[in-house]
């Protein structure tokens, strides 16, 4: 705990109403000793005296850093408590935090993800893989943005600085998307293979071929025009998941807005006052985004049959592969006990 976690580092604390809250950390710019704004800051419990550890952010975004990866702490032992060294004492208020965010997801406990990720993803074959929030981009191309019943203040802790206040659920993800905090596919409303051909042309890295052209308002962010045609998934492959009918939230919405199926949307369009003020709101919301829905199951799920074509995929005991579940944190390798049947085909076939 005190040599692997950010525990022992100090905090700063900022006035609200009668009492404080907590803030950012303490930096070594903040001791006004000449130090980088990224280093954090403990307490040595021998000497009570502020110590800049290794290993922190500093060390890889300031030149003194350089090489000063290693964790070793050396004699220094770090204060986990100001409990009985302080010299005054103030109400600090703590936001609410609810629990649930930690079960249900095998993945993210594999231990050795770092292989695990290499055959997961093929990336052998082809890199890199862009991975996606799936939660954000079903919300944006679905539309449930549109049928919003209260913004995002709402669920602001009261505790905060009131920066979600007029911001709608889709204006958050914006910004998360241009801000980079947050991954967002498409990134942009231009093809990415045309972006780096175009910057090619222009005799410039992609880089800053991209920042010319968002500033000069060429180019803009799939994410604050979803609706956009330009920024429609057209094609999507779904893998051994039941994303229509059973694991996707808002189904109604899916069929409306993805598929362009019959649906039983119950909900109306948000009012005005609750509408984005980033994102662009079209009078018609578009349906039928999807031009094209493949499913590679071993199952005929609910996907499978709004899917417009299905490949039977071998099962567990018909096939080499690893997987992992939500019970532990270890990868399972899988050996076939008799060849895949009729048409099916393995993962690799």
């Known amino acids: 705990m005190k040599t ?176 980079g905090w947050t991954p967002s596919h498409p990134g942009f409303d231009r093809n990415p293979l045309d972006l780096a051909d175009e910057a090619a042309r222009a005799g410039r890295s992609v880089s800053d071929y991209i920042v010319a052209e968002l500033k000069a308002g060429r180019l803009g962010f799939a994410g604050e025009d979803p609706d956009a045609p330009a920024n429609f998934p057209p094609m999507m492959t779904v893998w051994r998941a039941n994303l229509l009918g059973s694991s996707g939230k808002g189904m109604e919405y899916f069929m409306r807005h993805l598929l362009g199926v019959d649906d039983a949307v119950r909900a109306g369009e948000s009012p005005d006052n609750l509408r984005p003020a980033e994102v662009r709101w079209h009078e018609t919301a578009p349906r039928a985004k999807l031009d094209l829905v493949t499913t590679i199951d071993f199952r005929m799920t609910s996907t499978c049959t709004n899917s417009d074509i299905v490949l039977p995929a071998a099962t567990w005991y018909e096939k080499h592969d690893i997987s992992s579940t939500d019970m532990h944190p270890f990868v399972h390798s899988f050996n076939p006990a008799i060849a895949p049947p009729w048409q099916t085909r393995t993962d690799r076939t």
């Open 4 to 179: 692997y976690t950010d525990l022992p580092f100090l905090v700063t604390l900022r006035e609200h109403a009668d009492g404080y809250l907590p803030d950012r950390f303490l930096t070594a710019a903040d001791l006004r000793k000449g130090g980088s704004a990224h280093q954090t800051v403990l307490l040595d419990s021998a000497t009570g005296e502020p110590v800049l550890p290794n290993g922190t952010l500093a060390s890889r975004y300031s030149e003194a850093g350089r090489g000063r990866w290693n964790l070793d702490l050396g004699g220094t032992d770090p204060v986990l408590t100001l409990h009985g060294r302080h010299e005054d004492a103030v109400p600090v208020d703590l936001p609410r935090f609810g629990g649930g965010w930690a079960h249900y997801v095998g993945q993210e406990k594999v231990r050795p993800l770092t292989g695990f990720q290499q055959v997961a993803f093929a990336l052998g074959w082809q890199r890199p893989t862009r991975h996606m929030t799936g939660t954000s981009f079903f919300y944006l191309h679905t539309d449930q943005w549109r049928y919003e019943r209260f913004g995002a203040a709402e669920l602001a802790s009261p505790l905060g600085r009131g920066l979600f206040r007029g911001q709608a659920f889709a204006d958050t993800l914006a910004q998360a998307a241009r801000m």
